[in-house]
């Protein structure tokens, strides 16, 4: 239902229909579609649509703009803050695709993916070996200092200095190979920890590159 103002032709507020047109062949209609659903057009901005988008109408209907919602303080906090939090997802989306196509380079199947897996783990096994070798070292060298010290076995107190200090040293060194040795299985768990991830995250981008290379191919 169109509601003609008279004199100016303006158009005032109404429902879905039939439109009508302010006299001036330059004047604007407004046009939004309120929260009950209702298709309003004004020869200005319509006060009900305030919080909504509302198109800017030529005469001949055509958009000459949009008019964007007029927002409180706390309705543009929470859209900046809803558009920071959409971007920052679009960002990490962008990120996680760029990982992926890296790690699809890297590791074009799961052979060579198993193969630095097994590269990593021997290089740490070699670095616990070596540990473990100067463990046995020590044994070998405290058995020589305990061999020296049953001498003084009754009286601790009177052993020489030197060779107290010996096993003191000795002691430390051994206490420092078996923490250096847990510290290398810790990487260990952490290596498989890594591998595994990525193996999960690979495996649908495997198939996914297999299927397209077998359609390629046919």
């Given amino acids: 239902m169109a509601l003609s103002l008279a ?12 439109a009508a047109r302010p006299a ?11 929260a009950k659903g209702r298709t309003i057009t004004a020869d200005r901005p319509v006060p009900d649509c305030i919080d909504r988008e509302q198109r800017e ?3 001949s209907g055509t958009t000459r703009r949009k008019v964007e919602p007029t927002y ?10 809803r558009e920071r939090q ?10 996680e695709r760029r990982r992926e196509r890296a ?7 799961a052979a060579a993916h198993d193969r630095e897996r097994a590269e990593a783990l021997v290089q740490i096994d070699a670095v616990i070996q070596a540990a473990r070798k100067r463990l046995g070292e020590l044994a070998d060298e405290r058995k020589r200092i305990d061999d020296e010290l049953e001498f003084y076995k009754s009286d601790p ?18 206490e420092v190979q078996n923490r250096f040795i847990g510290e290398q299985e810790d990487e260990k768990k952490r290596v498989n920890a890594r591998f595994d991830e990525e193996r ?19």
């Fill in 7 to 18: 004199g100016g032709g303006a158009v005032q507020a109404q429902q879905q229909g039939g």
């Fill in 24 to 34: 001036g062949a330059g004047a604007s209609i407004y046009s939004c579609v309120d």
């Fill in 57 to 59: 109408l030529s005469p």
């Fill in 72 to 81: 409180t303080a706390r309705e543009l906090a929470e859209r900046e803050e």
């Fill in 86 to 95: 959409a971007q920052q997802q679009a960002a990490r989306q962008i990120e």
């Fill in 103 to 109: 790690l699809l380079v890297r590791y074009p199947n």
């Fill in 157 to 174: 107190a009177k052993a020489p200095g030197s060779i107290r200090r010996k096993a003191e040293d000795n002691t430390r060194s051994a």
């Fill in 200 to 218: 999960a995250r690979l495996k649908p981008l495997w198939a996914a590159n297999a299927a397209a290379q077998a359609s390629q191919a046919r």
